[in-house]
């Protein structure tokens, strides 16, 4: 659910000479920093919390929840906090675990028979931590079409069996690719064993608990007085875009909160299980606590000497890592328009959450003022964060346009090129995305899914047998190459997809279609 990520970036810059190290700064100096980071990265809101010694020692909202209505972001400002959900998905399996519900080890089949997986002998062992630690050997967000953009049919149950459609990349148990369709699975295992929604069991036994009383999973988010509006700044002004329902996606990214309630998470966990007024109330154990930032998968380490870093992994709903001694657990969230970040130093007693509301720039601002917040806890020079980040964020976009402006120069280079509409009209269909319509509309070649209606929109010849499509759907930027092939007779018989831009939200994973002709 998140573009290639800038954040890539930095891992790999080699440090120069530190200017001089700055103390931890002071909620004033937060402030300041953040009305910079507003403005160079076009962001309309935003919320900041920092958690010490048990207690909030920053707790505040910027910017504006709405860029029509101006109204101010608060602490208690609700933004859809998107993967850093899985977090909770993991702690509500932690909770069944002690309750003798279920194993870490279970397998899956146990709890979802009809679950099926590429093929038969990653099925029979596929278990509950294989759902929850991207190691499945699938490709990087397979399979998200059923869910982004929002507004399809899709349901649990295609998604417990559309594995078994979808080859693998890698060896199981082998590489990292980020997932979203198995921590849905992760959701319905823990509606099963429970016996109640996934929805209702985080509300009333982790969200209710930590009285964090503002936040909700899902569709039980009925409270929407104070609740942030998407933004995006795509078209380089910042723009209100529509809400984004998740819908059966709850387990992977569907919690709404706000950093007077994350703060309440974060500490629940800086304090390894237990919460309430003298932290001693447990709400899961130390076993699990430690299994839960235990690393499952490994990642390539931070090679930047600025952090010294010495592992990097991925354990249960957690990033794990070191920087300059100090153990780091951390996560990002993104749907369109919200952008989250947590991120925690055990060691330092010290938490860091900061949510946004505005498609591109939110990355860069959340990037850039966690490291600098954390870097003075750190003992770290100040590194000039904003203007690298914003540095960087401006050389992907260039990059973005450049591809993008080349694809519809060569569309417009092609008009005069003559289509056999025909020979492309028809339906196809994908195993696991179902059918999608080629049609003619004024005399143009159009595109429609079934399943997805806001996937739909004009083909313009690209060349050869290539079209580009114009999604009516323009809340990100996910426009695609359609690749059709043919037969003798110059007939469509399948399509191959990809997206235009390279920083397309891997979610949107058209390279995973195989469209085959139905029709006669």
């Given at each position: ?18 200017s ?29 919390a ?10 505040k909202?910027?910017g504006?929840?709405?860029i ?17 959900t ?10 069944l ?11 899956v ?18 278990n509950?931590?294989?759902?929850l ?10 399979g998200?079409?059923?869910f982004?953009p ?6 649990i149950?295609?998604v ?6 979808f ?26 064993a ?20 503002n ?17 995006s ?24 909160s706000?950093v ?16 309430g007024?003298d932290?001693k ?19 390539e ?19 794990l890592?070191d ?22 130093y ?6 860091i ?18 490291n ?7 003992g ?8 690298k ?9 260039n ?5 993008t402006?080349?694809?519809?120069e ?10 056999k ?14 059918k ?6 004024n ?17 313009a010849?690209?060349q ?50 195989d469209?085959k002709?139905?029709?006669?």
């Amino acid at each position: 659910m998140r573009k290639k990520s800038i954040l890539l970036k930095y891992l790999f810059l080699i440090c120069l000479a530190p200017s001089l190290i700055f103390a931890q700064l002071s909620s004033p100096q937060i402030d300041s920093l953040v009305a910079v980071a507003l403005v160079k990265f076009k962001v309309a809101g935003v919320a900041v919390a920092v958690v010490k010694e048990g207690k909030v020692i920053h707790s505040k909202g910027y910017g504006i929840s709405d860029i029509n209505t101006k109204i101010a972001v608060n602490e208690n400002t609700n933004f859809q906090i998107a993967s850093n959900t899985k977090a909770f998905t993991t702690t509500a399996l932690a909770i069944l675990e002690e309750e003798g519900k279920l194993k870490w080890t279970d397998k899956v089949i146990d709890h979802i028979p009809e679950f099926k997986m590429y093929n038969d002998y990653v099925t029979e062992n596929f278990n509950i931590q294989d759902l929850l630690t991207h190691r499945s050997g699938l490709a990087l967000g397979v399979g998200d079409l059923m869910f982004f953009p929002d507004g399809s049919d899709f349901t649990i149950k295609d998604v417990v069996t559309c594995f078994q459609y979808f080859k693998p990349v890698s060896a199981f148990r082998t590489k990292f690719d980020y997932d979203n369709l198995l921590y849905m699975v992760a959701g319905e295992v823990i509606a099963r064993a429970s016996g109640m929604s996934y929805e209702l069991f985080v509300q009333k036994r982790i969200i209710e608990p930590l009285q964090m009383n503002n936040s909700y999973v899902g569709y039980l988010q009925k409270d929407k007085s104070n609740l942030a509006t998407p933004h995006s700044s795509e078209s380089g002004s910042i723009k209100t875009i529509d809400s984004y329902d998740i819908g059966m996606a709850d387990a992977a990214g569907g919690i709404f909160s706000n950093v007077t309630d994350m703060s309440k998470w974060m500490m629940l966990h800086l304090n390894k299980g237990k919460y309430g007024i003298d932290l001693k109330t447990p709400l899961f154990s130390l076993k699990n606590h430690n299994e839960m930032w235990r690393i499952h998968t490994v990642l390539e380490t931070n090679p930047n000497p600025r952090y010294n870093s010495h592992f990097n992994g991925y354990g249960l709903g957690w990033v794990l890592t070191d920087v300059v001694g100090k153990f780091e657990v951390s996560h990002t969230g993104g749907l369109p328009g919200m952008l989250s970040i947590v991120t925690m130093y055990p060691d330092l007693n010290l938490g860091i959450v900061i949510l946004t509301n505005t498609e591109n720039g939110g990355e860069a601002l959340f990037s850039s003022l966690t490291n600098t917040i954390a870097d003075s806890y750190l003992g770290l020079d100040d590194y000039a964060w904003i203007d690298k980040m914003l540095a960087w964020s401006n050389e992907d976009k260039n990059e973005e346009d450049n591809v993008t402006k080349k694809t519809w120069e060569q569309v417009q280079m092609a008009k005069k090129i003559e289509v056999k509409n025909e020979n492309y009209i028809g339906i196809y269909a994908d195993k696991w995305f179902g059918k999608v319509e080629v049609f003619e509309k004024n005399k143009q070649l159009w595109i429609k899914c079934y399943r997805s209606p806001k996937l739909n929109g004009p083909m313009a010849f690209f060349q050869e047998n290539s079209f580009a499509i114009k999604w009516e759907y323009q809340a990100m930027n996910c426009d695609a190459l359609s690749i059709f092939s043919l037969d003798e007779t110059g007939k469509a018989t399948s399509i191959k997809m990809k997206g235009i831009s390279p920083n397309i939200d891997f979610s949107f994973d058209f390279q995973d279609l195989d469209l085959k002709r139905i029709d006669k």
